[in-house]
């Protein structure tokens, strides 16, 4: 399928991709069409069908319905081309640990087909261009979590991909490397590689991608822009910032009385609530300040994505394992 006259080329288009793991039906019937070129986010708990989506669409796992093709090649009739065009880097360091990080990168290197010098040359490339030049000659066992990290994706690009699929690429790294990882992914886009990044990270997503599809038990539940997501939940948003985050409990008590939806962010010094004018968002804080809360600033503005998600699932954006852990074992089995 060719992109309509005067419309940017699409890297993946799938229609109705299903895949069922025993009585589990981890996707059901998900739909996506992401520009070549773009970076696109793929927003939803664990368990709502994530990895098991890309896994699919990186020829790893067989749909049991629906169609995908990725930069123009079907995912099942054209696999091998596919995998020729694609590079994914999944949630776990995928790189041997018992070799050094530069000894990685020659070897996958001379895998994929460069001669020896060439191998070298781009090892070295890379590992000054992800901040670890200097850990290069250590043994990957001895790596931080978020030097590991940043030696997986450069693995990932020894050949640089058309289509790169980042499924999770920033669990468990502390702020330091996951701002890190986001700079190595703006970097890639702007070399004009596409990326598919999964995430159940909020700010993630508001960070990186142009377009977010939201994935919840399997299914395609939003999709649109940041800023068409966060319209469509209709009504603004009083963020407060507390000054002790041990009163976080009495405040949401106080605005659960005066506002509606009150939302607990990730920050233990943080909640949100809906909030459709200035008047009673004054006077949600002055009955914080009333009840002794003391506030260390507060805003009113659009919602975030976590309440958008909180709307439209009717759940928060918590952790939901067991879909995704059945997918990933199958998957390896595949």
Not at 41 to 56: F, S
Not at 118 to 132: D, H, P, S, T
Not at 179 to 184: A, C, G, K, L, S
């Amino acid at each position: 399928m060719g992109s309509t006259s005067g419309q940017p080329p699409l890297a993946i288009e799938a229609t109705g991709l299903v895949k069922s793991f025993g009585e589990t039906r981890a996707v059901d019937g998900v739909d996506l069409s992401v520009r070549d070129g773009s970076v696109y986010g793929v927003l939803g708990p664990n368990g709502a069908g994530k990895t098991t989506t890309v896994r699919m669409l990186a020829t790893l796992l067989h749909p049991d319905a629906g169609s995908a093709r990725i930069l123009g090649h079907d995912v099942v009739r054209e696999a091998d081309t596919v995998r020729g065009l694609v590079s994914l880097t999944g949630q776990l360091a995928s790189v041997d640990e018992d070799l050094t990080g530069r000894e990685n990168l020659i070897l996958l290197g001379r895998l994929l087909g460069l001669r020896r010098a060439a191998a070298r040359a781009r090892a070295a490339e890379l590992l000054e261009a992800f901040g670890i030049a200097e850990a290069g000659g250590r043994l990957v066992k001895h790596y931080s979590g978020g030097m590991r990290r940043r030696l997986d994706i450069a693995a990932s690009i020894v050949v640089t991909p058309r289509l790169m699929f980042l499924d999770e690429p920033t669990t468990g790294l502390d702020p330091r490397s996951r701002n890190q990882v986001w700079d190595i992914i703006r970097a890639l886009q702007a070399e004009g590689t596409t990326v598919l990044l999964c995430t159940q990270y909020l700010e993630e997503a508001d960070q990186l991608a142009e377009g977010i599809a939201v994935i919840d038990h399997g299914k395609v539940i939003a999709e649109g822009t940041p800023a068409q997501l966060k319209a469509s939940v209709g009504t603004g948003s009083l963020h407060v910032r507390l000054l002790d985050p041990d009163q976080r409990p009495n405040a949401e008590r106080v605005l659960t009385r005066t506002l509606d939806s009150v939302h607990l962010e990730s920050d233990p010094s943080a909640l949100s609530a809906s909030c459709a004018d200035a008047d009673r968002a004054a006077e949600a804080v002055a009955e914080l300040a009333r009840n002794g809360v003391a506030v260390a600033g507060f805003s009113l503005g659009q919602p975030s994505l976590d309440e958008v998600f909180l709307a439209l699932t009717g759940h928060p954006a918590e952790e939901e394992q067991a879909e995704e852990a059945l997918a990933a074992t199958d998957g390896r089995a595949a």
